[in-house]
């Protein structure tokens, strides 16, 4: 079982519309989760990390995380062309534990 | 630029040279990851490096690959005796500490002839 499963996609939703990409995790001991966004030909940038529980917001960006439920998912409302690209979830068990990260999900965003 | 930096951004080998990467973290933090990264794969980890110490290096084929952060200069990831499967990206990330995010550089395009 992989430690950080992604739909790979590609996702394509129409310009304006909200983006829904997820993931879900097996370490239970997970603590730090982090969402990143690359471009093609890019190094990936963070746009998103939580911690606790619950939706975190930041623009047009809002990141949930259900640690029962073992899953985290980032939220693009209002969705634009610029949008379009990869989106790796990462996340670590804390102390010393490297960061795992997921094969990302390929978004579209149709005009 | 107090961001990550990773140098050279493209470098040509051929097969049998020595590859060095280098990488200088962002102001202020101490922790340092490389990853690899195949066209249309994920991020492979390959070794996590504190100033002077190796923490894990269990992504790091155990022939040809090696890395440091020495106290003074940049991490370093050198990869001997270059093949074909060799071509990738290489990123490095930084972060003040193991659960902070990592922020990462630029990355150095590595393509072997």
């Known amino acids: 079982q992989k430690e950080v499963e992604q739909n790979s996609g590609p996702l394509s939703v129409p310009e304006g519309a909200i983006a829904s990409l997820n993931c879900t995790y097996s370490?239970?001991?997970?603590?730090?989760f982090f969402w990143y966004r690359q471009y093609s030909g890019k190094s990936p940038e963070l746009i998103m990390f939580?911690?606790?529980?619950g939706d975190k917001e930041d623009g047009r960006f809002t990141a949930q995380l259900n640690k029962a439920s073992q899953y985290v998912s980032l939220l693009i409302r209002d969705s634009q062309p610029s949008d379009s690209a990869t989106y790796l979830c990462?996340?670590?068990?804390?102390?010393?534990?490297?960061?795992?990260f997921g094969i990302g999900t390929k978004l579209q965003v149709i005009p | 630029n107090a961001g990550v930096m990773q140098n050279p951004r493209h470098l040509v080998r051929r097969r049998g040279q020595e590859a060095r990467l280098r990488c200088s973290p962002m102001k202020g933090h101490s922790h340092v990851y490389w990853y690899r990264q195949l066209p249309e794969e994920g991020l492979k980890f390959m070794v996590y490096?504190?100033?002077?110490?190796?923490?894990?290096e269990s992504g790091m084929p155990k022939e040809r690959f090696s890395a440091e952060f020495p106290k003074e200069g940049p991490s370093i990831l050198r990869i001997q005796q270059v093949v074909r499967g060799d071509s990738a990206a290489y990123f490095c990330a930084s972060s003040g500490d193991s659960n902070q995010p990592q922020h990462f550089g630029d990355g150095t395009r590595l393509s072997i002839l």
């Open positions: 990462a996340m670590n068990s804390g102390g010393y534990q490297k960061v795992t």
């Open positions: 490096l504190q100033k002077e110490n190796i923490i894990d």
């Open positions: 370490d239970r001991g997970s603590q730090s």
């Open positions: 939580i911690y606790s529980n």
